[in-house]
């Protein structure tokens, strides 16, 4: 009886350590879990830096972008008219020759050897008539043998012109001042009729060809400026334009336009592919932002707006655990609550504590060192509108004096706390900030 009783304490006992052990277990991993979800939840995220900058009404210049490719006013590839070997090359490459000047010599000295023939024939010819016109007036010479005379001197002269012409076509000469190209043939070559010798271009005015869309046509006059540019953010070159076709292509239903811009550094080259703005009249009070500030997604575009964080949002401090050492400034050397005086005993925990409230007020205001309040981000949708030169037009959702965020934007979220930092200017290249500091 004895050992039963003692086996079922001993059971008793195994058991409730076993309970005590395995409830402490759940209850530590039940507090650790809880612990950690309320640490995280209270958490806040660090501060991003981010530049920003203050929407402001400007100026706008509007205007009509394309794509445009550089030919010269005057340009042609020169080409022989008779057959011949090359005798000479007077020239070398990107050369500027004058109007006239020789480009090419072929061997012309049999045309010379029938030039200075036929002249001896057409002197003997006009001779032949100075005779009969004399032997006419004296009335011993018939009419018949003036006639001709004149005849054959006639033939002489004009085949001794055509024989110049012919030893005129063994030269090349340019048809006007500009820079000429590579040679493309060589001393001794045989060269037909029409084969390319050189390129010859007057690269002091270049014009720009280029289209745009027919509802645009409205918008263009002649006369109109037009800037140009190896890119849409540098276009140092100006010009005007002067021509406007007068049919719209029914295929593309693109319009042609040619502009004339000064070229007097030779920067542009004849073939070139060029950024075309034709600027139109500028307009006042408009908002606009770099290009930058501006995130677009599959379902809007849309900035992020810098503003102070609200008393709400600013995070609460940890509350005292004790009113009572709360309200002293040295807990260590309270005395216990049996020695306080009835008075003071009998004020109540609500007189010893700040209300919520109010402490949150008091966290939101400045320090008094000066510190700045917290700043929050807000995600707002806009709509844009035309862009130039790195800005966009803003025509919905922003108003002025809005501070906006235009540079470091990656992994920003609505409501995240921000730090501005404006040192470095998301409009400019990193070498004009470079050279500015």
């Known amino acids: 009886m004895f050992k039963r009783i003692l086996r079922f304490v001993i059971i008793i006992v195994v058991l409730a350590v076993l309970v005590i052990v395995v409830g402490g277990i759940v209850g530590f991993n039940f507090l650790r879990d809880n612990g950690i979800k309320q640490y995280f939840a209270t958490m806040k995220p660090p501060a991003a830096t981010v530049s920003t900058t203050i929407v402001k009404p400007s100026n706008w210049t ?23 070997i090359v005798k000479e090359i007077p020239f070398h490459a990107n050369e500027k020759v004058a109007a006239n000047a020789v480009l090419l010599q072929l061997d012309d000295a049999v045309e010379r050897a029938d030039l200075a023939a036929q002249k001896a024939q057409a002197a003997l010819d006009q001779t032949s008539l100075t005779r009969a016109l004399e032997l006419t007036k004296r009335g011993v010479g018939s009419d018949s043998t003036l006639d001709t005379a004149r005849a054959a001197a006639s033939a002489s002269a004009s085949q001794v012109n055509r024989l110049q012409a012919v030893l005129d076509q063994k030269q090349l000469t340019a048809p006007f001042a500009g820079t000429v190209g590579i040679p493309k043939i060589d001393l001794g070559q045989y060269l037909a009729p029409g084969t390319a010798v050189v390129t010859l271009q007057d690269l002091d005015t270049m014009r720009v060809d280029f289209t745009v869309p027919e509802q645009q046509l409205p918008l263009l006059k002649i006369g109109q400026t037009v800037r140009l540019g190896l890119s849409g953010g540098d276009m140092p070159f100006a010009g005007t334009i002067r021509g406007i076709d007068p049919k719209i292509d029914p295929s593309s239903r693109l319009v042609n336009i040619r502009a004339e811009v000064a070229n007097p550094e030779g920067k542009l080259t004849p073939g070139q592919f060029v950024q075309v703005r ?25 900035i992020f707006v810098v503003h102070p964080a609200k008393p709400a949002e600013a995070q609460p401090t ?88 235009t540079a470091g934007q990656n992994r920003l979220f609505n409501g995240m706390s921000v730090n501005v930092d404006n040192t470095i200017d998301p409009t400019k290249s990193a070498n004009k900030q470079a050279d500015q500091q």
Do not use: C, H, W
Not at 344 to 372: C, I, L, M, N, V
């Open 62 to 84: 509007p205007g009509i972008e394309a794509i445009g490719t550089v030919r010269a006013v005057r340009g042609v590839d020169l080409t022989v008219e008779t057959a011949g």
């Open 278 to 302: 034709v600027e139109l009249p500028e307009e006042q009070n408009v908002l606009a932002l770099p290009q930058t500030a501006l995130t677009t997604s599959l379902y809007s575009d849309y």
């Open 318 to 405: 940890k509350p005292e655990t004790n009113p009572a050492a709360a309200a002293t400034d040295k807990p260590a050397d309270a005395k216990p609550a049996a020695d306080a005086k009835p008075a003071e005993a009998a004020k109540p925990a609500a007189d010893a504590a700040k209300p919520a409230d109010k402490a949150a007020a008091d966290q939101a205001k400045p320090a008094a060192g000066g510190e700045q309040p917290a700043l929050v981000l807000s995600q707002v949708f806009v709509k844009p509108g035309r862009r130039n030169e790195g800005m966009v037009e803003i025509v919905e959702g922003l108003k002025a004096g809005d501070e906006v965020v």
